[in-house]
């Protein structure tokens, strides 16, 4: 089956192979230089000189460690839907002190808006969403980052899940303190690790914050990161990470980031024009998402049929997220999609409408 759903996505022979290779303990030195190596390409991916921790979890995982750990006094968390408010969810969830403006589906959020918000000096935690999978937007992180910039006490949090290895993201001159992704959507991975960078603001912050609890803590994770060489506090899943170490290294020095980057804007553009054309695109402001388009369903056609008939011709079809589910219709571009798979898969589409 090909996937087209914003994750988990289709995942490489060579990378399935590599996911199987034998186990090794995870106390040894060939652990901790596989967790080095992954530190490093991490690292060189997202722009950064923070630290990279793993986490055998998915994406929401590390996630929640960033409420626990990272909010003090109390979160705002700018939504731009389903995503972002999970996160505000998970903080109340926590029993932490939170707000949420959500802006309409479609939308982004503004960041003269951002700002009037912060002016205010409540919060010392602040977090968005790079990238909304249930809406198909993409945030301005570049206008939103300098706006974050000027609050040297707020604690600046991304979640990239749906565009890290799609999408460049420049942690470092963005100031992002805590940057949060998982394997299976644009890095074309299985799911079940998720990885973030932290700041060494963030860290001081985790040592000020109590009942951090245990298995998220971002501290322990940190601490036997870099104090414990390369070291996880439990037993991680080392098949992913041969995995995550062999892709990223593709990533980086076969396909190449800028061809990697410039492949999911071609994507994108293929998407967007097919569906300009026959519906309409959700999103409002032309903060386009170069990973995951959303669809309006404007000429009502029947997606539980589609999908059915999809299916028979090998492929798996996504309708709407959440409130959207029947309003909307989805197309993933992520990861290893060509265009020449994404353009087969249209053509079918086009067939059965
Ligand atoms: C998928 C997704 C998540 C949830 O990640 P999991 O890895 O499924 O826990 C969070 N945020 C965004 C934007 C996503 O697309």
């Known amino acids: 089956m090909r996937l087209f759903i914003p994750g988990p996505v289709n995942v ?10 034998p186990m090794i303990s995870h106390r040894s030195k060939s652990a901790s230089c596989l967790q080095q190596s992954i530190s490093k390409n991490m690292q060189i991916l997202w722009n950064t000189k923070n630290s990279i921790l793993l986490s055998t979890s998915s994406g929401s995982g590390l996630m929640e460690a960033a409420v626990k750990s990272l909010i003090l006094k109390k979160g705002v968390f700018f939504s ?9 969810e998970m903080a109340i969830a926590n029993g932490k002190e939170a707000d949420i403006y959500e802006v309409e589906e479609g939308y982004s959020n503004k ?14 935690f602040a977090a968005i969403t790079h990238n909304e999978t ?15 910039k000027k609050y040297s006490e707020i604690i600046f949090a991304v979640d990239t899940v749906s565009s890290t290895g799609g999408v460049d993201i420049d942690v470092d001159s963005c100031k992002i303190d805590f940057c949060v992704t998982s394997t299976q959507k644009c890095l074309g991975l299985p799911p079940g690790l998720s990885i973030c960078s932290i700041s060494d603001k963030a860290i001081n912050r985790t040592k000020q914050v109590e009942n951090r609890g245990y298995y998220l803590d971002l501290l322990t994770l940190y601490e036997y990161t870099i104090n414990k060489d390369y070291q996880y506090p439990a037993t991680p899943s080392l098949s992913h990470m041969y995995a995550l170490d062999y892709k990223l290294n593709k990533i980086i ?8 980057f410039q492949r999911h804007k071609l994507l994108a553009d293929i998407t967007r024009d097919w569906a300009r054309d026959r519906y309409k695109l959700l999103v409002k402001d032309n903060n386009y998402s170069d990973t995951v388009t959303a669809v309006v369903n ?3 056609t029947d997606l539980k049929m589609l999908s059915s008939k999809l299916k028979d011709q090998g492929y798996v079809f996504s309708n709407g997220y959440g409130k959207l589910k029947d309003k909307t219709f989805r197309i993933a571009h992520m990861a290893d999609t060509t265009i020449e798979e994404l353009k087969a898969y249209l053509e079918t589409i086009d067939k059965l409408i």
């Open 134 to 148: 249930s809406t198909g937007v993409e945030n301005p992180l570049i206008d939103i980052s300098n706006v974050m």
């Open 80 to 88: 731009l839907g389903a995503f972002g408010n999970r996160w505000y």
């Open 298 to 300: 404007s000429r009502e």
């Open 111 to 124: 960041a003269e808006f951002i700002d009037s918000i912060l002016k205010k000096g409540c919060y010392d």
């Open 253 to 260: 020095n076969i396909e190449k980031k800028e061809n990697r």
């Open 12 to 21: 490489e022979e060579d990378v399935l192979k590599v996911m199987s290779s």
